[in-house]
């Protein structure tokens, strides 16, 4: 069975911090992807890595493949409140059909 | 263009009544998913479509769920009879096959007492 596992579940700091989440697994995955939902609304894409190794930046957002493609971190520069929100990650599952295993998440909070 | 549709955005139900979330996919995509959201579990695939075929089902966590989609811009997930337990934000999302994004509707918050 994939699994994908978060961490850390929380996360509460000052806006002008830096912060890293991570997503690990046993499993390989062919891709990896980070959404960002925010409260009553479905999640939305922020990125998809697949090369092992490889490195997207989205503004202050740097996201970053496993060599082994088994994990992935999410790091954001200088945080700020706009930033507040679940952080999902997802990789794509055997079988084809784009069908996504999410982990459990990451609740970033921002305070001004 | 508008995104993922579903209806209702909120649902109070008391146990033991049926159900009916439906979802209409963006217009073109030909794959479909239905996801159950909790805080205990999380997001949990409880089936998708391709073409309007189940593909895998395997998440659908007891025959009281159902899903049908009977054309490309219609799907709807029954619940029968429902539980307590079954209280959850339930999303549906669409892709495209091939393409690696999933959009997603803004779900339906589903309460039954």
């Known amino acids: 069975t994939q699994l994908l596992e978060q961490s850390p579940q929380f996360l509460s700091i000052q806006e002008g911090e830096n912060l890293t989440v991570y997503c690990n697994s046993s499993s390989v995955f062919s891709s990896l992807q980070w959404y960002r939902q925010e409260p009553g609304e479905g999640p939305v894409l922020l990125v998809t890595v697949v090369t092992g190794g490889e490195v997207k930046k989205l503004k202050r957002l740097t996201f970053q493949f496993g060599d082994a493609r088994k994990d992935s971190s999410l790091h954001i520069t200088a945080a700020q409140p706009g930033d507040t929100g679940l952080y999902l990650c997802a990789g794509e599952a055997s079988g084809g059909y784009n069908k996504l295993i999410f982990g459990a998440g990451t609740r970033l909070a921002v305070h001004p | 263009d508008a995104g993922v549709i579903q209806s209702p955005r909120h649902e109070v139900t008391e146990m033991g009544q049926e159900v009916t979330l439906r979802c209409k996919p963006i217009s073109g995509h030909n794959s479909l998913f239905w996801y159950r959201q909790t805080m205990m579990r999380g997001l949990e695939l409880l089936i998708y479509?391709?073409?309007?075929?189940?593909?895998?089902d395997s998440g659908m966590p007891e025959d009281r769920f159902s899903a049908k989609m009977p054309n490309a811009s219609f799907s709807t997930l029954k619940i029968q009879p429902s539980e307590p337990r079954d209280s959850a934000v339930y999303f549906c999302?669409?892709?495209?096959?091939?393409?690696?994004?999933?959009?997603f509707g803004p779900g339906t918050r589903l309460t039954v007492l």
């Open positions: 999302a669409s892709s495209f096959q091939g393409a690696d994004t999933q959009y």
């Open positions: 479509f391709n073409n309007n075929v189940p593909i895998d």
